[in-house]
């Protein structure tokens, strides 16, 4: 089982819809999450990031991270089309004997007008 | 605002020739990092380094070396280019690993043929 999963999509919604984006792991170890989002053409920028297990809400969006589950949601209300993009779910924790950072390969939206 | 910079947006390079990509950061960071990105693969670590004349292999090193002479500045070199490296380069720093913030460049797209 590979350590971080992501649904890679691609997800299409319509303008105002309520978009689930999710990834699994298996890693127990994974201590922090983080949600990056990447538009065309454009580097990752970091959207979300959050420790404990529950929900973090900023304006839209809403990180929530279910630790018994090892599964990480992020929720994004009213969607926009400037929300189109590839999101990318990212972890920390060890992995073997190394402390390490762990992308999802991104799962890419499309929200249309 | 952290402000990474990529010396190219596109590349088209002949396979066997040596390339160089560049990125230069302006926030003083300690932790710069080389990632490529492939469709269905992810970001997937190169190398990284944590301070200057410092670096460890990350995922996928193999055919890539790195060099940092000066703190700001983070060098990739491709010795001998392969159409396999064919990708997305990215690359990013931050203050701290593996919890800190990756601020990321806006990508070199590299073609070889």
């Known amino acids: 089982q590979k350590e971080v999963e992501q649904d890679p999509g691609p997800l299409s919604v319509p303008e105002g819809a309520i978009v689930s984006l999710n990834c699994t792991y298996s890693?127990?170890?994974?201590?922090?999450f983080m949600w990056y989002r990447q538009y065309s053409r454009k580097g990752p920028e970091l959207l979300m990031y959050?420790?404990?297990?529950g929900n973090k809400e900023d304006g839209r969006f809403t990180a929530q991270v279910d630790k018994s589950s090892k599964y990480i949601s992020l929720f994004i209300r009213d969607s926009q089309p400037s929300d189109s993009a590839t999101y990318l779910c990212?972890?920390?924790?060890?992995?073997?004997?190394?402390?390490?950072?762990?992308f999802g390969k991104g799962t890419l939206l499309t929200v249309n007008p | 605002d952290v402000k990474v910079t990529q010396s190219s947006r596109y590349l088209v390079k002949r396979t066997g020739e040596k390339v160089f990509l560049e990125c230069v950061q302006d926030m003083d960071h300690e932790n710069m990092f080389w990632y490529r990105q492939d469709p269905g693969l992810g970001l997937r670590l190169i190398y990284f380094s944590y301070d200057v004349k410092m670096k460890e292999k990350g995922d996928i090193p193999e055919g890539y070396s790195v060099s940092r002479e000066k703190k700001e500045r983070f060098s990739l070199i491709l010795e001998s280019a392969s159409t396999n490296q064919t990708s997305m380069y990215l690359c990013?720093?931050?203050?701290?690993?593996?919890?800190?913030?990756?601020?990321f460049g806006p990508g070199t797209r590299l073609l070889v043929l």
């Open positions: 890693n127990s170890a994974f201590q922090y």
């Open positions: 959050t420790y404990s297990s």
């Open positions: 990212a972890m920390i924790g060890i992995v073997g004997s190394n402390y390490k950072l762990t």
């Open positions: 990013a720093s931050s203050p701290t690993y593996p919890e800190g913030t990756q601020y």
